[in-house]
């Protein structure tokens, strides 16, 4: 059986911490932090215009906590620099194991689909400029809902949009709200966990599976039909 595979995309394809480079420059040996405080903040601030139903763009979200987190660290970037990071927030790599991974998924005869907070054409942007977007059928964001991950709205959204249901759908993710978002709506979900560091909440509505990167993905999925 082919299943409809929704992938999340910053944090699971693409490496959000991609801009510690950048950062270096910018901010010297509190890149890591900074750039761990600004994803953070991110997801904080969709969580809350979700919750508020106060929605705006991710693009939106994500530049307000960069300022937050100037603010936050006492880090005074110039206007210049904000952009640059912003704009770096199109260029950002995908994991190593992301491509052959999805290759294989392909091959095997799953529809692939990315499935994130972003606006369509930030999503297109990304995955075309980490050289993987030819491996989808297709991209699903949130935008028209006009709210975020985990309102259960937004993965229904992605069933509809995709012509699936809960039986054929899969979530693949990193991101540990994303798959006890899906779970709950009734999906099934791949929780990828390619640090020991990254910590699942502890909510008793656990993964279907867990793996360490995309590679094993395939063969777990063999094992599902
Ligand atoms: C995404 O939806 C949650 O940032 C994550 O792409």
Redo the contacts with the bound molecule.
């Keep these: 059986m082919a299943f409809t595979l929704a992938f999340?995309?910053?944090?699971t394809l693409i490496n959000t911490h991609g801009v510690v480079t950048a950062l270096q420059d910018m901010v010297g040996e509190r890149a890591q932090l900074f750039s761990q405080t600004w994803r953070d903040k991110q997801?904080e601030y969709t969580f809350r215009r979700g919750l508020m139903g106060q929605y705006e763009h991710f693009g939106i979200c994500t530049a307000q906590a960069l300022d937050y987190t100037c603010a936050h660290l006492n880090e005074q970037l110039t206007d210049t620099q904000k952009q640059q990071l912003m704009a770096n927030y199109s260029t950002l790599p995908a994991f190593d194991d992301v491509h052959a991974g999805l290759l294989e998924l392909q091959k095997a005869g799953h529809r692939l689909f990315a499935f994130?907070?972003?606006v369509p054409d930030g999503i297109e942007a990304v995955l075309k400029n980490a050289g993987i977007r030819d491996l989808f059928d297709g991209v699903v964001s949130v935008d028209p809902i006009r709210s975020f991950?985990p309102n259960p709205v937004v993965y229904q959204h992605f069933l509809d949009s995709t012509g699936s249901n809960s039986d054929s759908a899969w979530l693949v993710s990193s991101?540990p709200f994303?798959v006890i978002g899906a779970v709950t709506v009734g999906m099934r979900a791949a929780w990828v966990q390619r640090s020991s560091a990254s910590i699942y909440d502890p909510w008793g509505v656990p993964p279907t599976f867990t793996i360490e990167g995309l590679q094993a993905l395939p063969q777990q999925l063999e094992l599902q039909k």
């Design positions: 999340d995309v910053y944090g997801l994130s907070n972003g991950k991101n994303d």
